[in-house]
């Protein structure tokens, strides 16, 4: 048990006991699908309205069914999601290292911090025209601007977390005899892992934001480039099967990173 799930599970004797939890009479799972339901069915009465133009769900299931069916769906959702999962998994591997570095040494804090600010004010969609003239037109570019994007939205949840640890869990390790090693496995990185988490999900989610523009970059395929030809022959059921399925992908990695959460944040009280 780590030193920050010993403190976590540790109550003192006869305090009082934490509020019962609201949980909601209907299961969420059903509350799900009537959110489901009530969306679906707002988006067909504006569309029967002749809301713009908007197509009806129908319209966009059957040309979802026309993109399943000749393997187009399939191929542009592999491209993107191959993309998104490089680049992410690229700008969160440096993102949380550079974040316990600027968290737990005052001079990386230093060195890096104004570099890591700087760059936060700067769209990662502006970088798309240097890193076509630096990297060129192929995957490169593209893997740099969703990695930019989760490092820059990931580096800074985890450099929060560390700064945030509880200065009495250190202490209590300290006279325990643990040395900075020890305190900083067992005590600050299990302490700081919710806010790595929460840097996670904001990254994916700006990773999965970049990737349209990024697919600007004279790419072939993927979901991106899907959507900007339609958009040229104002084919609206071909953009809408684009943002559903980027929608559903992004949900299940989103779910996926919050099962992690839970495994490994298990010691932390949660509602």
């Known amino acids: 048990m780590t030193g920050a799930q010993a403190v976590g599970k540790a109550a003192p004797h006869g305090s009082a006991k934490a509020p019962r939890e609201q949980r909601p009479r209907v299961p969420v799972p059903v509350l799900n699908l009537i959110s489901l339901a009530a969306g679906i069915g707002l988006w067909a009465a504006l569309a029967g309205a002749g809301v713009q133009g908007l197509p009806g769900p129908i319209e966009v299931a059957e040309q979802g069914r026309e993109l399943i069916s000749d393997g187009t769906l399939f191929d542009d959702a592999l491209a993107s999601l191959r993309r998104v999962l ?48 630096l990297l060129g037109i192929g995957e490169t570019p593209k893997l740099v601007v969703i990695g930019l994007g989760a490092f820059l939205s990931c580096v800074i949840s ?22 900075d090693r020890v305190i900083f496995a067992r005590v600050v990185v299990p302490a700081s892992s919710p806010f790595i988490i929460v840097g996670m999900r904001v990254g994916l989610g700006s990773a999965w934001a970049t990737l349209v523009a990024a697919e600007l970059i004279a790419a072939q395929e993927g979901l991106g480039f899907r959507m900007q030809h339609a958009q040229i022959y104002y084919d609206l059921p071909t953009i809408f ?13 989103d779910r996926l990173l919050l099962a992690a959460e839970r495994r490994l944040t298990g010691w932390q009280d949660r509602r």
């Open 86 to 133: 490089i680049g992410f998994a690229l700008g969160t591997a440096l993102a949380v290292p550079v974040g316990f570095l600027m968290g737990w040494y005052g001079t990386a804090r230093g060195l890096l911090e104004p570099w890591v600010q700087f760059f936060r004010t700067i769209p990662p969609l502006a970088i798309i025209p240097l890193a076509i003239v």
């Open 158 to 179: 985890t450099f929060q977390g560390v700064i945030g640890v509880d200065s009495t869990l250190i202490n209590a390790a300290r006279v325990l005899g643990a040395n």
């Open 241 to 253: 099967v684009g943002l559903i399925t980027i929608g559903v992908l992004g949900l299940l990695m």
